[in-house]
């Protein structure tokens, strides 16, 4: 037992060079030699060894305070600038990084991060303060542009700068407030993409969208269903485009036959359209109500519906154009009816579109809506189908869905409206000046047709 407590005392005094005397005194002090009254040996033995259990945690709690005090104090070192790595790890994180690239220049102590909170710094070495912006407002600058935008190129230049505009750019959020003119594409420039692009808006709760998609698969695409569903989703939030739409359908039976007219409902759609304030329901329904076309015949106030409509167009014409083009030939009476669309200045004759009739202003015509922009340029050249003919005002668009389904006029025979507004419009805008009666003219199929007479000037038509 004396030689274990020996060893043991001599292995201690080897590890623990500060304590060697203390462990030598403490070897010989518990050995029986200098105790003779024989002393328990066994608890003397552990004591010392919880003795340098002691003398152990307490070196090691030693070594960890100093440890930790010299990292703490590189990494102060670090920050400050002073020192820097000597060896370049490329896996080292990207704010050490930036300080070896930049060590020549002066940056600021805190770094300017991302909107994920991560430091990010160019090929120069400068950060890149754009990706500093959050998303939030990166959103709300591409809303304002896709609300304001004048044509497709100012908003589609925009998302092919980077990625996280083009991420963001088609963002529900931006697609949902983007106007007509920011998806008014062309029809030579129709693809699948555009296709796509219109979708994502109409699916993000545009009803410009989906007004304008519905009226593209409705009549171009044929895909009647859906388009009209489409048209339908629109009317639902109040579109007056689309429930003045779909009132024309209804007038017609557009997609189906003859038999599929209901000017029931064609008209209460287009007075919930003229309440929204749509001038051409405005117009229509005021030309049912002098007609009796779909409702009870009310003379004085289908005129005041049409007065109305024409008061409309001429203010919003007002209001959007600047006050140095206004001229004073607009409200001027010209007793000659057919030399009235001359009086506009700086628009040759045929150009002018005249409203308020009954008192014989001339205001330029209205600027049409893309998707009847789209009608026009997409049927323009081409053959609608067999026997089938376009909507005669220029401001339509319009096909025929089978034989025979828009008005015509009867006095000439060559011009044909898909509704009464169309007829009037166009009547006032080039018509009149044209219009003559041909020695004889038949279209088999057009004589079974009720006729109906314009209540403004007289224009017989067939439908």
């Known amino acids: 037992m004396f030689g274990g407590v020996v060893f043991v005392g001599c292995v201690s005094s080897s590890l623990y060079p500060l304590f060697n005397s203390i462990s030598l005194f403490l070897s010989l002090y518990i050995s029986p030699q200098f105790f003779p009254t024989h002393r328990n040996i066994t608890t003397y033995t552990y004591t010392f060894l919880y003795l340098h259990l002691y003398i152990f945690i307490y070196i090691f709690y030693i070594y960890i305070i100093t440890n930790t005090y010299k990292l703490q104090y590189r990494e102060m070192r670090t920050r400050r600038g002073v020192s820097y790595p000597e060896v370049i790890n490329t896996c080292c994180d990207k704010r050490r990084l930036c300080d070896f690239i930049c060590e020549k220049t002066i940056l600021p102590r805190k770094r300017a991060k991302s909107s994920e909170g991560t430091p990010v710094v160019t090929v120069s070495g400068q950060c890149d303060f754009f990706d500093t912006l959050p998303d939030d407002i990166v959103l709300f600058i591409l809303t304002k542009l896709g609300s304001t935008a004048s044509c497709p190129a100012d908003f589609i230049s925009v998302l092919s700068t980077c990625k996280r505009l083009n991420m963001l750019g088609v963002h529900s959020l931006v697609l949902s407030k983007a106007s007509p003119k920011t998806f008014a594409v062309k029809a030579k420039n129709w693809s699948e993409s555009a296709h796509q692009f219109l979708k994502r808006c109409s699916d993000a709760g ?232 041909p020695e004889r003219w038949v279209d088999a199929g057009d004589g079974n047709g009720n006729g109906v007479v314009d209540g403004d000037d007289g224009m017989f038509v067939e439908s």
């Not at 639902?236 to 029931?264: C, E, M, W």
């Not at 919003?316 to 001027?332: E, G, K, M």
């Not at 009476?333 to 001359?342: G, K, S, V």
């Not at 067999?386 to 006029?409: D, I, K, Q, V, W």
């Open 206 to 437: 545009n009803v410009e969208a989906c007004y304008t998609l519905g009226m593209i698969r409705f009549y171009c695409l044929q895909n009647r269903g859906n388009g009209a569903s489409l048209l339908a989703k629109a009317a639902i939030n109040s579109h007056a485009p689309s429930l003045y739409s779909l009132a024309v359908i209804q007038f017609n039976g557009s997609g189906g036959s003859k038999t599929d007219k209901d000017l029931r409902a064609g008209v209460a759609l287009c007075a919930r359209a003229a309440f929204l304030g749509h001038i051409d329901a405005l117009r229509e329904l005021g030309h049912c109500l002098q007609d009796g076309y779909g409702v009870r015949q009310n003379i004085a106030e289908g005129r005041r519906f049409l007065v109305q409509a024409n008061a409309r167009e001429l203010a919003s014409v007002l209001s959007t154009t600047p006050a140095a083009l206004i001229s004073a030939n607009w409200l001027t009476w010209n007793p000659l009816p057919y030399l009235r669309n001359a009086n506009v200045v700086g628009v040759g004759v045929g150009v002018g579109c005249p409203l308020l009739s009954d008192f014989g202003c001339n205001v330029p015509p209205p600027e049409p809506h893309p998707a009847n922009r789209f009608l026009s340029d997409w049927f323009s050249g081409k053959v609608v189908g067999a026997g089938l003919r376009l909507c005669s005002h220029a401001g339509c668009g319009r096909p025929e869905t089978r034989l025979h389904e828009f008005r015509r006029c009867s006095v000439c025979g060559k011009v044909n409206y898909c509704s009464r507004a169309c007829q009037a419009l166009d009547w006032k805008l080039r018509h009149k000046m044209m219009c003559m009666q």
